[in-house]
Structures are given as structure tokens and as C-alpha cells.
């Protein structure tokens, strides 16, 4: 996709924004983002729990294929 991008606008001068400022903008989190990142852990935890996913004997390729639904 990039490739085409590049060939479509040869004469655009692109930036790595994905490095620059996505990633940068991933590793520092706000208190509020913080409490709803553990909120939705919370809930995804609950849900599988109650499901019997996460449950002893339980493998990973099992887990992985009730995640892919």
C-alpha cells in the first residue's frame, strides 16, 4: 500500500508518523486512561471467567479460538 501511495505522489516528501507520534503517544497514559484500561480489562476478565475460558485445564489454542470469534 505504501508503495503505491509513493508511486501515485512521487514528488510528497512522507514522514514516519507511526514512529514519531502514534507509538509516542501510546506509552504515556493519562490517569483517566489508565481507570479505563482497568475497567475494560476488568469487564474482558469477568466475561471470559463466567464463560469458563479462563478455567483450569483450559488450553490456549482454546482460549485463542473463543478470542477469534
Not at 505522489?9 to 497514559?29: C, H, N, W
Amino acid at each position: 500500500m505504501e508503495a503505491a501511495i509513493r508511486a501515485v505522489f512521487p514528488k510528497t516528501e512522507f514522514a514516519d508518523g507511526y514512529q514519531s507520534v502514534l507509538m509516542r503517544a501510546k506509552e504515556i497514559k493519562t490517569q483517566d486512561e489508565i481507570i479505563c484500561l482497568k475497567i475494560a480489562n476488568a469487564i474482558t476478565e469477568r466475561r471470559w471467567i463466567g464463560a469458563g475460558v479462563f478455567a483450569p485445564g483450559v488450553k490456549e489454542c482454546e482460549v485463542l479460538a473463543v478470542a477469534c470469534r
